[in-house]
């Protein structure tokens, strides 16, 4: 039976194709045509070297400011981050659920929403950062960090923001112009700021003023004519909330943890500790969400279309393929990071923060991963039914069990507990996830691939595992990753995990020179 191309009506089998028309990705649930399949891989290769960025700008932050005022500025950027999440995440999350390329044409009142939103809370947030200013109470962390902190929440919120509009147009142009600019301005305002005065609050700032130039700059490649401010609909505004609402509230209890267990670490130890333990969660944060980011980028925007233009079901069976890939990407990637971690420390991690930063790493990975793994691949699950609410009972059921974890945990000459109340934190919420799944009823990924993964990336393990003991550096970090590379490739290639091997192949293809 002919399947149709949900995006440009190419058939899938049993129809003659040009060479430019042939099928970029088949999937469980259907296919996408190779233009659109082309372009969305341009936007991942762009979210990647914007990864890259940022891993290097986080260390050249750690190498400027050193530990003490590292730690200064990792709380108030995770202030910074809570903030964003709660005022700000909604419209992001609408934005790559409702609005797409078509919706210029078809729903201008979702960006003339989406717009109006954005205008109301940034004015409801001045004003209250104003009176905050003038007469808000003298609080012990600096009122000027906390101040810019809002600041960057509001950048960043607006940088998302655009970003999510260029995902789901798949426009990949202006997505990767955006990240292109952001990065090139970061590195000069950001690092040149730390490197010049050492001070979190110059850092802070550099990133605000990078984030907003980057916007304006950027806004006209995104206008949408007949989207404005007038087509904006309180009934849509509702929607988009309905919707988001559990997202973010389960998002901030997540948050909430590592924002918690730095400020801990300042009041028991001191801000030197507590940029010891940041720069180690944040390196980790960023690696592994690197991975689960770059193919949230593609895969979520995928379902999203075939829930338009295929069906329920469609939705459903591509969330399950996405799950799968999302798994057999993320398993080795976590475990390799373990693998290489002495060498990527000895090489990449400042002089100050060494020895720490790979304890506390250690100790954080397996709560990483479950998180990536809940965040990329379940809940999709509830994200494209529209049911949102279970995402909240994990999150409760992370901060309950990391709060129990502390308690029972005895205290120690470093923040070790709670790195792993963290961790159980994370591992107890993807149990309720996954139990919550359950109960929705979904398609789920073929055992056949998730069997295939996890013995592929124990063998990678096996393999790897005696090159950890070699003394780190350039030659021994190579050696890995090219080892880990080859093997779990061939599982890969040899198995066809999750499907993995087509796209790669025609990806290829398409990218090699021709004679």
Known sequence: MRRRCANCAI?????????????????RSGLL??????????????????????????LLIAKFLGPEEYGRFALAFAIATVAQ?????????????????????TLPFVRG??????????????????????????????????????????????????TALARARFDDGAYSRLMLVKNCLALVCIGGGAFVFRSAGVALAGGVASLMTTVVLARAALHDPEADLGKAQ?????????????????????????????????IVYDFAETGQFSLAYDIGFRAVLAF???????????????????????????????????????????VGLWIVMPSVEALLVPGQFRGPFGHYLGLLLPGLFAMALITFGLNPVFQIEKRTAPLVYAAVAAVIFAIGLLLALPWGADASNLAIAQTGGWLASLAVTIACALRVDPVWPSFRDLALASLGTLAMYLALSPLRSLPPGVVTLLSQ?????LVYGLFVAIFDIARLRRPVIEWLERTAPRA
């Open 11 to 27: 058939w899938g089998a049993g129809a003659p194709r040009r060479d430019d028309e042939r099928i970029f990705w088949r999937g």
């Open 33 to 58: 045509c190779a233009g659109k399949g082309a372009r969305a891989v341009k936007v991942l290769l762009a979210f990647l070297a914007n990864a890259c960025v940022n891993f290097v700008i986080g």
């Open 85 to 105: 999440t709660a005022l700000y995440d909604w419209l992001r999350l609408a934005a790559t659920r409702f609005y797409s390329g078509r919706a210029p044409e």
């Open 113 to 162: 929403t989406l717009a109006a939103c954005f205008f109301a809370v940034t004015g409801g947030l001045f004003v209250v950062v104003t009176l905050f200013a003038l007469i808000g109470p003298r609080l012990e962390f600096d009122n000027q960090l906390i101040l810019l902190a809002l600041l960057t929440a509001t950048a960043n919120g607006l940088f998302d923001y655009y």
């Open 234 to 266: 309180s009934a849509r505004a509702r929607d988009f909330l309905d919707y988001s609402a559990p997202i973010v509230a389960a998002l901030l209890l997540y948050q909430a943890i590592p924002l918690a267990s730095r400020a801990i670490v300042a």
């Open 292 to 334: 689960g980011t770059a193919l949230d980028v593609l895969l979520f925007q995928i379902a999203v279309d075939a829930r338009e233009s295929q069906g329920a079901d469609r939705a459903r069976e591509q969330v399950a393929a996405n799950m799968g890939i999302v798994f057999a990407i993320l398993a080795p990637a976590c």
């Open 481 to 485: 990753i090219g080892a880990g590379v």
